[in-house]
């Protein structure tokens, strides 16, 4: 199978130009003007941008939470990632409490592998170093191809690890060339904040806000930050929302110190006053909540200064239903809202369109870096020849509305609905197959591979 896409205006995270792409195989074999070669399948591109496949490196995929699961599986939140753009997402696995990392990589293994549209690849998610987890580290990174290990600040009797286990994990993983990643909240403070408002009997969504105030998370950052300068590992921090928070990071390159920065598309375009809405706020309950439109600014600052090098999605579903679990306490409302399918075209019309973003930094955040940082450059996250052939065919024209009534995210809401968009993912091809056109899906369930990803936290 061979594809050649003619008079693409295709755009790199450093490059803007005009070229054809030949495909052959799962990879791109030429780019240049005027390509003499013959392909089984010619695609006129004339006012269409090419850029690379969008990399999502945070979702949620039938995962485990508060007592139900993620109402996207790995069939229906790849398809629906490959709808938007999307050609790879990275998961988090959960290891339980007390069992081995090995136990859990067997469990996503057993509802991922087969059903996945688009690529894939894995974090662990780390809740209980101890010498046994210290060994499977190793393990994870050269057998598995899984370098990056996710941890979490809040969330105590679950997730949460305490600040000496923080510590063991990130000189492990640190000797083991691999990255350590984090959801980086004060859970103390918050679990506080929580049991105060419910005894007040201050029960709506808002108030889910209220318990997680900025200094929650700036000080989290810090405090994760400091760790990880003592310790020398490769450092992200997840979903970071706030001004408070990215200016730990900004006060930590004072010392030379480089701390990858993910957002996510919400914390760009939504705000907190969507909680005073109830029950309608339950749509964006998630942690960190939504914040403050200063909050908005400095985020769109910092991609453009180097500080957030990706923005993502935490894409994490439910239904309406599985949301009125809270309905008469926001503590027992599932975190987490749809997002997988609508980044790509969103950060395009709000960032590009906008002028808020170049189209180079818009690859860049949606792609390259993610491939840079989590170990798959430049197989992808790029345009170039040997890089797999993972490209979207771009329409900047194309106005359409946001609604749960066309999306194909598994959830009956959409937390952008009516949203006007201008540009959209019209071709996507995927290891040089065309997996979306028009709409139309040309792949089958299974198509997807696991990436098996190498050292993590190459400087971008």
């Not at 629906?80 to 959960?94: N, P, S």
């Not at 109830?278 to 200063?294: D, F, I, Y």
Request: aromatic share 8%; proline share 4%; charged share 25%.
């Amino acid at each position: 199978m061979s594809i050649l896409i003619r008079n693409a205006r295709v755009i790199t995270a450093s490059d803007d130009y005009q070229a054809d792409i030949y495909i052959e195989g799962e990879r791109i074999q030429a780019i240049g003007k005027g390509l003499n070669v013959r392909a089984s399948q010619t695609i006129d591109a004339t006012g269409k941008i090419v850029f690379p496949g969008g990399i999502d490196p945070h979702v949620h995929l039938d995962m485990p939470f508060m007592g139900t699961f993620s109402s996207d599986s790995y069939a229906t939140g790849t398809l629906a990632a490959l709808h938007g753009g999307t050609t790879m997402v990275i998961d988090f696995i959960l290891q339980t409490q007390g069992k081995p990392l090995y136990h859990a990589l067997e469990a996503w293994r057993g509802r991922s592998d087969g059903n996945c549209y688009g690529d894939y690849s894995f974090h662990m998610a780390v809740t209980d170093f101890n010498e046994s987890t210290r060994k499977e580290v190793g393990q994870l990174i050269e057998k598995e191809g899984i370098t990056s290990f996710k941890t979490f600040m809040a969330y105590k009797g679950a997730l949460m690890i305490d600040d000496g286990q923080m510590v063991g994990l990130m000189q492990e993983v640190r000797e083991r060339g691999g990255m350590v990643t984090v959801h980086a909240t004060n859970g103390d403070m918050i679990d506080g904040l929580i049991a105060k408002h419910r005894a007040e009997g201050k029960l709506s969504p808002l108030y889910h806000y209220l318990s997680q105030p900025e200094v929650t998370e700036a000080e989290a950052s810090g405090r994760f930050v400091d760790l990880a300068h003592y310790t020398g590992v490769p450092a992200y921090i997840v979903h970071l929302t706030c001004e408070g928070a990215l200016n730990q990071v900004r006060e930590a390159t004072y010392r030379n110190q480089k701390v990858f920065v993910e957002t996510c598309i919400q914390y760009l375009l939504l705000d907190a006053s969507l909680y005073e809405k109830n029950p309608e706020g339950a749509k964006w309950v998630m942690s960190p909540p939504l914040r403050q439109k200063k909050d908005q600014e400095t985020l769109w600052a910092g991609l453009n200064q180097g500080l957030v090098q990706v923005v993502a999605t935490d894409h994490c579903p439910f239904q309406w239903e599985q949301k009125m679990m809270g309905k008469d306490d926001f503590s027992k409302i599932p975190n987490g809202h749809p997002a997988i399918e609508h980044r790509m075209e969103l950060l395009w019309s709000e960032g590009v369109q906008k002028g808020r973003i170049s189209p180079n930094k818009y690859v860049e955040v949606t792609a390259t870096n993610p491939a840079k940082i989590f170990g798959m450059y430049p197989r992808k996250g790029c345009i170039a020849v040997g890089s797999d052939a993972d490209l979207v065919i771009f329409d900047p024209l194309h106005q359409h509305k946001l609604s749960a009534s066309n999306h194909h995210m598994n959830v009956d809401y959409s937390a952008y609905e009516g949203w006007e968009v201008q540009g959209k993912c019209e071709t996507v091809i995927l290891r040089g197959e065309v997996a979306i056109d028009k709409g139309e899906v040309k792949v089958k369930k299974g198509y997807g591979q696991f990436v098996r990803r190498g050292k993590a936290g190459k400087v971008v």
